[in-house]
């Protein structure tokens, strides 16, 4: 009696374990999804524009859509499998490289090269016509072009060709302010 129960027992186990290994697709608007129930940008998907270091298909508005892979056994009603499409944030450059505004800037700055290169004609004129405002609006142009404080005048990013520092300027304004927290 107790070999039955043991081999019963046993064997209502063994199912127990199949059942619950069963795949249980769940399908649902993966646009809704919370972080760590997808990976984006999908890593097989090759994400990186070798000419301008940012998401293929970034636009003026300074996002990309991407593509993105849900966890296992999560369907997305987007697409019919584990696959959809997400917006994410990238720098839009228009060709303007970075080396080039500092090169400029460094040998021809004196002659507003650097002003007229980023396309400022105005700044540019005046620059040459003062030679560079006796040398010190140069020195001025160097340090916000290194700074990335001046940019292209279309008000795209430069192409750095790296993976390199880049500023992220924060800016705060009358609709902007810290939240008080509970704990202060």
Not at 9 to 31: D, F, H, M, R, W
Not at 59 to 66: D, F, L, R, S
Not at 116 to 122: D, I, Q, R
Not at 131 to 152: K, S
Request: proline share 5%; glycine share 8%.
């Amino acid at each position: 009696m107790n070999v039955r129960a043991c081999i019963l027992g046993i064997s209502l186990y063994l199912c127990s374990i199949v059942v619950a290994e069963e795949p249980k697709n769940y399908t649902t608007n993966c646009s809704a999804l919370l972080m760590g129930q997808f990976i984006c940008p999908d890593p097989s998907y090759d994400l990186i524009d070798p000419k301008t270091q940012q998401p293929y298909g970034c636009t003026e508005k300074n996002v990309a859509k991407v593509r993105c892979r849900a966890s296992d056994e999560i369907i997305c009603i987007e697409s019919g499998n584990s696959t959809f499409e997400r917006e994410i944030p990238c720098k839009w450059t228009n060709g303007y490289s970075f080396e080039t505004a500092m090169l400029l800037s460094v040998f021809l700055g004196m002659f507003g090269a650097d002003r007229f290169y980023l396309g400022y004609p105005a700044i540019g004129l005046l620059k040459l016509c003062t030679l560079g405002f006796m040398f010190m609006g140069q020195l001025l142009d160097i340090i916000l072009i290194a700074t990335q404080r001046v940019g292209p005048a279309d008000g795209s990013h430069y192409v750095i060709p790296y993976y390199g520092a880049g500023l992220e300027i924060v800016r705060s304004n009358n609709w902007t302010y810290k939240l008080p927290q509970d704990d202060w």
